[in-house]
C-alpha cells in the first residue's frame, strides 16, 4: 500500500461563516477579482460578501460572466481582465460552475495561453502550469461539486462540444468559506441533483482502484451524511441540519476526488454535459444505477458497504445479496428525490452514441482508468444505450 | 457548528516510501540539517536515506543531539548552527524527539531568541513566530507521536522541571514520509508505549470540546486501527499488516489532534516527564483509565463508542453500560501489552504533588479547557494521587 494525503485548502464550516470572508481574504491582499454566479446580482449574500470583504479593507471587482458548464471563451475572457487588472486574489462565489470558472481564472492570470490548453485530453499536447495562481478563494453556494476541496476545474468547449478538466495541484483553492445558509434558497431540483453530484464523488472515490486509507474514510464519512440528509434537504430546504450535513457531504466527497478520482458515471456525465448543456448532477444520476449493474460482481464488496449504509435493513444479508441490491437503491432514491432522468431526455440521439464514446475514450481516461472494471469502448457504448 | 480544516502537510505513506526522500527533498533545495535519533547512527536506515538523498543532490549534514523529552539547550544549539550555515531545509528522522527537534530548530532558523521562549505557558510573555521556518521533512520510525501531523513542537526545559510545547500552523511539516517498514524494529515496550501515545491523541481529541466532524472522522478511524493491530504489533514486532495499521493509527491521531487538541491526560502526562524524564506514552498510560474513570458520565456516549470499538462484545449493552466499562477495558489493555505503568513507578513523590499541579495549572490550560469535564486544582490533585 503506498498513498499520499495533499490537502492544502484551509476549509472554514459553518452557519455565519461568510461573514469572516473579510479577515479570511485580506490576508492575502487588497483587491480581488470576484466571480459571481450572475443569479446573486444584487441579493443579500452579495450585498453581505461585498460589505464585510469592504470593512476589511479588500476591494472586490464583480465578474458575473457564469455560464452552467463554464466555456472557455468566458473564462479566458476573465482571465484576460486579471491579466490586465492589478489583482492580488480571486474569490469565487456560487455553485460548481462558479468556482470552476474562478479556479482556471486564477490560475491563468500567472500562465499563458488559453484554459483548454490546460485540460486532461488523451493524445493532445496538455499544458501543465508552471508557476501558481493567484490565490483562490472559494464560497459554495450548492453542495455538490465539492469543488472548493478539489483541484479539478472542469470547462466546456461548445465549438467542439467536449468538456474536459484541468488537473492540478495548483488549483486548489488556498481556502474556502463553506457556509450551509448559504444553500438554504437551493430549489429542491437544484438540492437533489447536486446532492446526487456529491454522492457520487465520495462513491467513485470509494470503489476507484486508487481509493485509499484516507480517501475512503473521507468517503464513506460523505455518504454517511448523505444517506442521512438528501430527502430531508430536497423535502424540506430551510431544515438547517439537513443543509448542514450536506455541506459536509458535499466538502467530504471532494476531498475524496482530490485523493482517488472518480469513475466511470464521470467518464460519461461530463461528456454528456459537453454534448447536450445537461446539467452535470443529472447526468451522473442518469447512469449511475445503470454503471453499478454493470459493474456488479466485481466491486461487491464496497458496494455493499455502500447499500448497507443507504438501506440499513440489509444489514444481515449476504454481501453479494446487499451489492446486487445498489442498483436498485439508487433508482429508488433518485426517483424519491425527483432525479429520475435519461441521457435521452437531456437531448442525446441515437446517432450521436458512437461519437460521445469516442469523446469518453479520448477525454475521460484518467476516470476509465479508476473504475473497478474495465470498460472498453463496446462497454461504454452499452452503459450509453442503458442510460437513453 | 463551526470549525476549521487545516492540514499543510504532504504524508507519503507506505513500505518503501522512505526511498523517494531525495525526490521530495529536492523541491525545498539542495542543504539538508538533517536531526537523526542518535540510535539510527551508523544504521541501515540511515544509509539508505542518505543515499537517497545524495543521488537526488541533497547534501545532508547530521546532527544527533537529540535526547527523549528534548531540551531547550539542544535545541537551541542546533538552531544555532542552522542559522550560522546555508541550508534549505531540516529533515527530521525518528521518534516523535527527534521530529520535535526538528520541528524546532526549523523554525527558529528563521526566528530569533530561544525555543523555550515560543512555548505556551499560561501568564508568560509567549513568542509567537514572525515568520516561517525552513521547511520541515520529517520521517517517523515509531508510530506514536503523530509529530509528523501536528502543528506542534513538546520542548523540556531541565533547569525548570517543565515541559511546554510550541503550537503554531508554522510548526507543521511540509511533508512527512510514513514508511512502516522503518518501525519494524521497535521493541515490544516501545511498540507498546509509543502505541498508547497514539491512542491518546486520537481518544483526547474525539473526547475534546473541540471536536467536529472532520476531527472525530480521523479520531474514530485511528482508535479502529489501534484497536485491532497493537497486541499484534507488540507480540510480533515483524508483522508489516499490524505496523502499517499502527502507522496509520498514530498519523491519523496527529490529524485529530492537529484540529482539536488533547485533554487531561496530556496535561498531567507532559509535566511528569518534565519532573521525572518519563517516557511520554508511559505518562499516558499511568493516567489514561484514571481520568476516564473520574470523567464518567460527562462524557458517557463518546466513552461508549470507544469502549465498544475496542470490545465489540459489548454491542448490545447501553451507553452507559458500555462507558462505564472503558476504564477497566484500558487497563487490562495496558496490562496486557506491558504498559501497566505508575506515577510513582516513574518516580513522582508525595511532596512534589502539589508543585506538580501547579504545572498543570499554569501550563497546560489549553488541555484543561479542551477536556469534557472541568478539572479544579484540586481535581488535578487527586487524579495525580489516583495515579501514584
Known amino acids: 500500500m503506498r498513498f499520499k494525503v495533499n490537502f492544502p485548502v484551509e476549509i472554514f464550516f459553518g452557519e455565519g461563516e461568510a461573514d469572516h470572508i473579510g479577515e479570511i481574504a485580506k490576508k492575502y491582499g487588497k483587491t480581488a477579482f470576484a466571480v459571481?454566479?450572475?443569479f446573486l446580482k444584487g441579493s443579500a449574500v452579495e450585498e453581505r460578501v461585498e460589505r464585510k470583504l469592504t470593512e476589511a479593507g479588500v476591494e472586490a471587482?464583480?465578474?458575473?460572466?457564469?455560464?452552467?458548464?463554464?466555456?472557455v471563451e468566458l473564462i479566458d475572457k476573465g482571465a484576460e481582465m486579471v491579466r490586465n487588472g492589478n489583482y492580488d486574489m480571486v474569490i469565487a462565489i456560487g455553485g460548481g460552475s462558479s468556482i470552476d470558472t474562478g479556479k482556471a481564472i486564477a490560475?491563468?492570470?500567472t500562465n499563458e495561453g488559453s484554459c483548454w490548453e490546460y485540460t486532461e485530453r488523451l493524445g493532445a499536447n496538455v499544458v501543465r502550469p508552471k508557476v501558481k495562481g493567484l490565490p483562490l478563494i472559494s464560497v459554495p453556494t450548492t453542495a455538490g461539486t465539492g469543488s472548493e476541496a478539489t483541484p479539478y476545474a472542469v470547462i466546456n468547449n461548445p465549438a467542439?462540444?467536449?468538456?474536459?478538466t484541468i488537473v492540478s495541484p495548483m488549483v486548489f483553492p488556498v481556502a474556502s468559506i463553506v457556509d450551509p445558509e448559504l444553500m438554504m434558497t437551493m430549489p429542491p431540483a437544484l438540492t437533489a441533483l447536486t446532492g446526487v453530484d456529491a454522492f457520487s464523488h465520495a462513491f467513485e472515490s470509494y470503489i476507484n482502484v486508487n481509493a485509499h486509507p484516507f480517501s475512503e474514510m473521507v468517503a464513506l464519512e460523505s455518504i454517511k451524511r448523505f444517506a442521512g440528509n438528501i430527502v430531508e434537504a430536497v423535502k424540506n430546504g430551510s431544515d438547517i441540519k439537513a443543509r448542514r450535513e450536506m455541506a459536509l457531504a458535499c466538502t467530504f466527497g471532494g476531498m475524496a476526488i482530490a485523493h482517488a478520482?472518480?469513475?466511470v458515471p464521470h467518464?460519461?456525465?461530463?461528456?454528456?454535459?459537453?454534448l447536450t448543456n445537461a446539467p452535470h448532477g443529472g447526468t451522473i444520476a442518469a447512469c449511475l444505477p445503470e454503471v453499478v449493474e454493470w459493474t456488479l460482481p466485481v466491486a461487491a464488496e464496497k458496494f455493499a458497504v455502500v447499500a448497507e449504509i443507504l438501506d440499513p435493513s440489509l444489514k444481515t444479508e449476504s454481501?453479494?445479496?446487499?451489492?446486487s441490491r445498489l442498483p436498485l437503491i439508487l433508482e429508488n432514491l433518485f426517483k424519491e428525490i425527483g432525479a429520475d432522468v435519461t441521457f435521452g431526455g437531456y437531448g442525446l440521439k441515437e446517432d450521436e452514441i458512437e461519437g460521445f464514446a469516442d469523446t469518453v475514450y479520448t477525454s475521460f481516461q484518467l476516470d476509465l482508468k479508476g473504475h473497478p472494471k474495465v470498460a472498453t469502448r463496446e462497454d461504454i457504448i452499452y452503459l450509453i444505450r442503458q442510460c437513453m
Open 107 to 109: 490560475l491563468l492570470a
Open 160 to 164: 467542439i462540444h467536449q468538456k474536459c
Open 61 to 71: 471587482v464583480p465578474f458575473y460572466e457564469v455560464v452552467p458548464n463554464p466555456t
Open 36 to 38: 459571481i454566479d450572475p
Open 261 to 263: 478520482g472518480t469513475t
Open 319 to 323: 454481501v453479494n445479496q446487499k451489492a
Open 267 to 274: 467518464a460519461l456525465g461530463q461528456p454528456l454535459s459537453g
